[in-house]
């Protein structure tokens, strides 16, 4: 398995605070991405990342902040949470050379949002 | 924009049968395609890819799959299911071979309930 964490694991917020998740990779690929997870909706890329403080946005990027001052690590910040933020985030990596296009997942942040 | 499309929200079939799970992709650009399977309470695990080459792609736990370009189709299928295939499916696409480290584009995912 690819060496991706996440954490925490699960979290329960209240409206309108900052939440701050983390993914740590210990393989060294360059690409790192962040999705969420809803019924119905298939993954949603949030952003992504191409290298240490290049980050561009997905298809939801509202209300979503990253960052990424080491290879290693990925932070995905909500401002201020909002019920509709309620989801399962993943985090993904690639290396993204040669014909390596697929990307690695961690095991997930549960995220409620009350 | 591109988009996938997984024709079966859920997919019931007995233990043993044979079973597709059907995905659609919308661009004719030449793509990079992916099924992922998701276990309950799991993370995403890669099943197959397809990059160029033999449009007949086997991946692991007995899954392969079939590229067709003129229908747009990567449909994914096995011959002999079992309980432990119980799982979400996700098909997923990168139109940007130019562009490494694109993210891929998920459709909805199939869940294939599996019984005996």
């Known amino acids: 398995d690819a060496g991706i964490t996440q954490s925490p694991r699960h979290k329960v917020t209240e409206t309108g605070t900052p939440v701050t998740l983390r993914c740590h990779q210990t393989e060294n690929h360059r690409y790192m991405y962040w999705y969420r997870q809803d019924p119905g909706h298939g993954l949603r890329l949030i952003h992504y990342?191409?290298?240490?403080?290049?980050?561009d946005k997905g298809e939801v990027s509202d209300g979503y902040s990253v960052s990424r001052s080491k290879t290693e690590d990925f932070l995905l910040t909500l401002e201020s949470a909002t019920s509709s933020q309620t989801s399962v985030y993943f985090c993904a990596i690639s290396d993204g050379t040669g014909n390596s296009y697929e990307q690695y997942f961690g095991p997930g942040t549960r995220l409620t949002v009350t | 924009a591109q988009s996938v499309t997984q024709l079966d929200s859920q997919v019931p079939v007995f233990e043993e049968a044979p079973v597709e799970l059907r995905c659609n992709y919308s661009s004719s650009v030449s793509v990079y395609l992916f099924w992922y399977v998701q276990y309950p309470n799991q993370g995403l695990q890669l099943l197959l890819k397809y990059l160029s080459g033999s449009t007949l792609v086997k991946g692991i736990n007995g899954f392969e799959a079939e590229f067709n370009k003129s229908q747009t189709s990567f449909h994914l299928r096995k011959p002999s299911v079992h309980i432990s295939d119980t799982a979400e499916y996700f098909c997923a696409v990168s139109d940007r071979r130019d562009q490494a480290g694109t993210a891929l584009i998920f459709g909805k995912g199939t869940t294939l309930s599996v019984s005996s």
């Open positions: 990342s191409y290298g240490v403080k290049d980050t």
